[in-house]
């Protein structure tokens, strides 16, 4: 009998990253109901990002975000009670608190959010500062090597 081992869910918390255990770590951390709510990561070329967040029921207001030591943190929660006087009959948008935490690679930044027809969008840029950027060094053969 084989079993198929998927790394998926490594993935499932950082962006641009390739670090494998920092994965590992992060997998081993994960709690069984960090599933909610529902949300994709997309990359949309070599260097850019977006994370899509099922934020249905909630409002701009009921959202927050914050990047602090390299991590994206995701809250959301209802402020106000609009809903006073409205008897549901059946309630099955969830509209209960959550949070959701990104570790994000080196030089990955936040360039903006949206809120849309119930999905919260947050575009991501990978932004290499020049000194870290890879550099090719010509072979000159025709001066010797400094002693």
């Known amino acids: 009998m ?3 081992f998927s790394l998926a869910p490594l993935f499932r918390n950082s962006v641009g990253f390739d670090r494998f255990n920092d994965l590992f770590e992060a997998a081993a951390r994960n709690e069984a109901g960090s599933s909610y709510p529902p949300y994709n990561v997309e990359k949309h ?3 850019h990002y977006r994370i899509v967040v099922a934020a249905a029921g909630f409002q701009e207001q009921d959202l927050d975000l914050q ?4 991590v994206l943190t995701v809250t959301g929660g209802k402020r ?3 809903n006073e006087g ?3 009959l059946h309630q099955g948008i969830a509209q ?3 949070k959701l935490s990104f570790r994000l690679a080196d030089h990955i930044e936040v360039k903006g959010a949206g809120l849309a027809n119930g999905l919260l969008s947050i575009e991501l840029l990978r932004v290499v500062p020049e000194e870290a950027k890879a550099k090719r060094i010509p ?3 025709d001066k010797p090597a400094l002693n």
């Open 96 to 98: 209960r608190a959550f």
């Open 139 to 141: 072979i000159n053969g």
């Open 80 to 82: 106000d009670n609009s």
């Open 2 to 4: 084989t079993t198929a």
């Open 67 to 70: 990047v602090e030591k390299g």
């Open 86 to 88: 409205v008897t549901f």
């Open 45 to 47: 070329g070599d260097d």
